[in-house]
Structures are given as structure tokens and as C-alpha cells.
């Protein structure tokens, strides 16, 4: 079929009344659904903001519970999983020195911190639990440091199922719902962490398939992710669309049938309620679906805290130790008098062991990257890492 543009698709579109649909055959399932619940088969759902992308996918992940399957879940930010309590225990996996509660709530749940830069704490405890919610983007400010973990836990993921039997790992859906927050296609990258992780994740999710785990996953648009990624879904389930966005993938996946089916399926994509859904299996065989609101129970999730970014992390750690360092070699800034190295480690909460190989680990890594007046204390000075006069003071102290 000739490939049209986006103003042809839709100058067509609005000449063909809504009563064209009626054209379409009785819907019967020529779909296998039966693979679509066994692992290793991925699953996309595609379609406008507002279609039912996220509904679809709780009903799904509800079937898969039923099935006795384990889900570990990435929540974009909206916790919309959490309607899922009444039919299954939520782990809440949030980083450490965050804070989550359901307010109020009838329904059992549990909520575990972990560092997010060591992943495998969550994938170590995975099996523990039906459902594992990891809640990361709802305190993350910068969608860079997002792609770095979620890219970590990719590459963790695989990593398990290397070691973990087949009869163990086929029973495990990862859920990533809008994926197109994580990898987007070559030129478009929302950041430049984006643009490094997005061929280390295409490579991960390739591998999820070989390690039979089950990937389900959201986006708004099916061309929004690299054809490297597409291509490892079996089913792609298409929600409510414009028509032009998802013209390419229709055209390709009825090039068996004949015109007026085309544009009869195109044209109820575009007008069709949140309720029904186009499921198209892996032998291009296709079906129209009625889908079932799920049970929305009102729950409050209350969050707290903020994720700093490595670099952040690492600059504060730095601050603290050269104001620990020159408190006990230098003196207090304000009134010149020394602390001992017990003291300053009650003050900060840590032993004075682990106070001293801090400092031998800073002054090694320090001595390697400035001169000794980097180490230096006055005033503002080391708020902004800027030193007048440095020489003076290190020749003062020795």
C-alpha cells in the first residue's frame, strides 16, 4: 500500500462516515491469546493519552496475578497500580530516606526502602512478594537520573535470570508502564543520559525475551520506540488513536486484506470508547476487544522525599568531609577550636573508625585531583569550591 502523509491520512479519514465500520466482520477471536500469558511473549499497548492504556494494562497484570505470575511493576509517577490492593498485597519498593503510606487503607501492604543504586536489593526479594511496585520517578526531579536506574535495573534484571532457573524466571512480568519515558528513537532523546542508555536499553529488553521473562509495557506512539524494540513485541494491543500515528503499523499488519478492511479498522481506531481495544498477535491475526473498567477503590498515597543526583550525592559527601577534616586538624571556622575525631563522629552519627578511613580514602582521592589548598577552610569558600589566598594558609598550617 502506498505510503501516505499525515494530511492525506487524515483528509480520508474524515470522508468515511462512522457507519463504514459496520463493514467489518463479526468480531470472533482469530487471536492466539493463549501465548500472550506464557513468558517470553512481550506485550505493547499503544494509543492517545486518555484511550485506557494504563486500564488495560491493570487488567492484565490482574490476569496474570490470578495466574499466580509475579510482577514487578515501574510506576511513572501516578501509582495508578495501587487500585490493584483489593486483589493482591503491594510491595512498594522507594528509595531510602523516602517516605510512602495509603492513607487509611482496608487492604494489606508493605513498603520496603532500598538503595537505588544497587538494584539487585529489590530483584534479590522479588519472588518474595505477587506484586513489587518499584516507585522511583515520583521522587525523581531530573528524567536523566530515571533512564540511569531504570537502565541499572535492566541490566541487573538480566543478570538474575542468568542464575535463576527457567522454571522460576518464566513466571516473572516485568511491567514498564509509559516506556517511552525511557528510550525514545535516535535524535529525539529527552537528555543526554537518555542518548548514552538508550542502546544499553534496546539491548536489555532484547534480552528479557531469550530469558522468557514477560515484558509488558505502554507508550503513546507505536514509532515513538526504535524498531530495534518493536520488533521484540508479539502483541500489540492499540487503543484509541489520531489515525496517522498508527496508520504504518496498521497498513502492515492487514497487508493480507483487502482496501475496505483497512480503512475500516483505521477509521474505528480513531472513534472507538476507552472500552474496546484492536489486539494484533504475531501471526498478524487481529481482534477487537471489549475491555472492563477495573475496580478504582479511593485511596490516598501520601510520598515524600527527593533523590539527588549522584553527582549531588557525591559533592555533599565531599563538603561534609573537608568541614569534619579541618574541624579536627584546623579548628571550627567560627571560633577556632579543635575537635576530636570522637567527637566530630558522634556528631555525625558514625563511629571513628569508619570517621578516620573516610578521611584517608578523601585525602587520597583529593591529593590526586588539586593541590593541598583544596582542603583548605574559610568561611563560603567551600560552598562554591573557589579559594583566594590558598597558599598562604597551607604554608600557616604546616
Known amino acids: 500500500m502506498k505510503r501516505l502523509s499525515k494530511v492525506m491520512i487524515e483528509h480520508r479519514l474524515a470522508k468515511i462516515p462512522p457507519s463504514y465500520v459496520e463493514y467489518l466482520p463479526e468480531v470472533r477471536k482469530f487471536t492466539d491469546v493463549e501465548k500472550l500469558l506464557r513468558g517470553g511473549y512481550h506485550t505493547l499497548i499503544f494509543g492517545i493519552t486518555g ?6 494494562l491493570l487488567k492484565l497484570l490482574k490476569v496474570f496475578l490470578d495466574r499466580g505470575l509475579t510482577i514487578l511493576a515501574r510506576d511513572d509517577g501516578g501509582l495508578e497500580s495501587t487500585f490493584l490492593l483489593p486483589h493482591a498485597p503491594i510491595t512498594y519498593w522507594i528509595p531510602e530516606g523516602c517516605k510512602l503510606r495509603v492513607r487509611d487503607s482496608p487492604y494489606k501492604y508493605y513498603v520496603e526502602e532500598f538503595d537505588w543504586r544497587r538494584p539487585e536489593e529489590v530483584l534479590d526479594s522479588v519472588w518474595d512478594s505477587p506484586f513489587n511496585l518499584a516507585v522511583f520517578d515520583a521522587y525523581c526531579i531530573d528524567p536523566g537520573v530515571s533512564a540511569v536506574f531504570w537502565s541499572s535495573m535492566l541490566k541487573t534484571l538480566i543478570f538474575k535470570c542468568m542464575q535463576t532457573p527457567v522454571s522460576r524466571k518464566e513466571k516473572l512480568v516485568f511491567s514498564v508502564d509509559e516506556l517511552n519515558d525511557l528510550i525514545q528513537p ?31 509495557a505502554t507508550t503513546h506512539r507505536f514509532t515513538q520506540l526504535g524498531i530495534s524494540v518493536r520488533s ?5 494491543m492499540v487503543k484509541k488513536s489520531f489515525g496517522w500515528d498508527v496508520w504504518d503499523f496498521v497498513s502492515k499488519s492487514l497487508a493480507t486484506q483487502n482496501n475496505k478492511v483497512f480503512w475500516s479498522v483505521l477509521k474505528d481506531i480513531t472513534v472507538m470508547s476507552p472500552e474496546y481495544a484492536y489486539l494484533f498477535d504475531y501471526k498478524n491475526n487481529f481482534d477487537k476487544f471489549y475491555v472492563e473498567d477495573i475496580q478504582r477503590p479511593r485511596l490516598d498515597v501520601e510520598l515524600q522525599g527527593v533523590i539527588q543526583p549522584e553527582d549531588e550525592v557525591q559533592k555533599y559527601k565531599e563538603r561534609w ?9 584546623v579548628g571550627c571556622p567560627n571560633c577556632n577550636c579543635k575537635y576530636t575525631q570522637e567527637k566530630v563522629a558522634n556528631l555525625s552519627g558514625v563511629s571513628q573508625p569508619a570517621l578516620n578511613q573516610a578521611f584517608q580514602v578523601w585525602r587520597r582521592s583529593a591529593s590526586t585531583r588539586h593541590t593541598p589548598q583544596s582542603h583548605s577552610l574559610n568561611g563560603g569558600d567551600m560552598w562554591n569550591g573557589e579559594e583566594e589566598g590558598g597558599e598562604d594558609r597551607v604554608a600557616s598550617r604546616s
Open 321 to 329: 568531609l573537608r568541614l569534619a577534616w579541618h574541624m579536627v586538624n
Open 186 to 216: 535516535k535524535g529525539y532523546e529527552l537528555s543526554k543520559k537518555h542518548s548514552d542508555l538508550r542502546a544499553l536499553i534496546e539491548y536489555n529488553i532484547r534480552k528479557l525475551r531469550k530469558h522468557n521473562v514477560t515484558l509488558v
Open 232 to 236: 521484540q513485541f508479539s502483541y500489540v
Open 51 to 56: 484511550s485506557g492504556k494504563t486500564t488495560l
